[in-house]
């Protein structure tokens, strides 16, 4: 079975799924089922640019579309990290090329994920927000420039609130 939405059907979602399952080689019972729209998972990892060894953004979102999602924010953790503009371009074409599903890319807070140099952050709004994923931006006047930043473009930080120096030992 593909993955094609039927857009003839407009918002009669059923009518669509029913056309889609006609017209593909599924055989079984749907008796029973429930039909849910398609799940968005705002925190996934697809690894590329960079690590494409561990996960592509073809093999990633192949994977989102078998499970229901039809919507996937990867985060920035990739080489090179998406913080200034010619990176996230880099990201986008893979994405455009490659992904069978809405793939949304999170941009970076700070420089390489290092936070001592915000991100270029006017220059990211493709991106769906800011985050540093792992890495939680240590300083507080860091954290709250990049804050007002993200709130004068609409985008939103979405964070690791974590204190590295507790992180393991505890306080
Ligand atoms: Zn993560």
């Given at each position: 079975?593909d993955f094609?939405f039927?857009?003839?059907?407009g918002?009669?979602?059923?009518g669509?799924i ?6 593909s080689s599924?055989?079984?019972n749907?008796?029973g ?8 998972d705002?925190h996934v990892?697809f690894r ?8 592509t ?15 996937v924010?990867?985060m920035?953790?990739?080489?090179p990290?998406p913080?200034f ?5 880099e ?8 992904a069978v599903v809405g793939?949304?890319?999170?941009a ?6 290092k936070g001592?140099?915000?991100s270029?952050?006017?220059h990211?709004?493709?991106a769906?927000a800011f985050?540093?994923?792992g890495?939680g931006?240590?300083?507080?006047a860091m ?6 930043r993200?709130?004068?473009l609409g985008?939103?930080i979405?964070?690791?609130c974590?204190?590295?120096g507790?992180?393991w030992s505890g306080?």
């Amino acid at each position: 079975m593909d993955f094609t939405f039927v857009k003839a059907y407009g918002t009669d979602y059923v009518g669509g799924i029913r056309a889609a399952l006609a017209a593909s080689s599924f055989s079984g019972n749907t008796d029973g089922l429930t039909v849910f729209p398609g799940f968005c998972d705002v925190h996934v990892h697809f690894r590329e640019p960079g690590f494409s060894y561990k996960e592509t953004i073809r093999t990633g979102s192949l994977a989102a579309a078998a499970g229901g999602y039809t919507a996937v924010c990867p985060m920035p953790n990739l080489n090179p990290v998406p913080d200034f503009r010619e990176h996230l371009d880099e990201e986008l074409a893979i994405i455009r090329r490659d992904a069978v599903v809405g793939v949304f890319p999170y941009a970076a807070v700070t420089v390489d994920e290092k936070g001592a140099v915000l991100s270029d952050m006017e220059h990211l709004t493709d991106a769906v927000a800011f985050s540093d994923d792992g890495h939680g931006v240590q300083s507080d006047a860091m954290m709250r420039e990049a804050m007002v930043r993200a709130k004068a473009l609409g985008k939103m930080i979405v964070a690791h609130c974590e204190v590295s120096g507790a992180r393991w030992s505890g306080i």
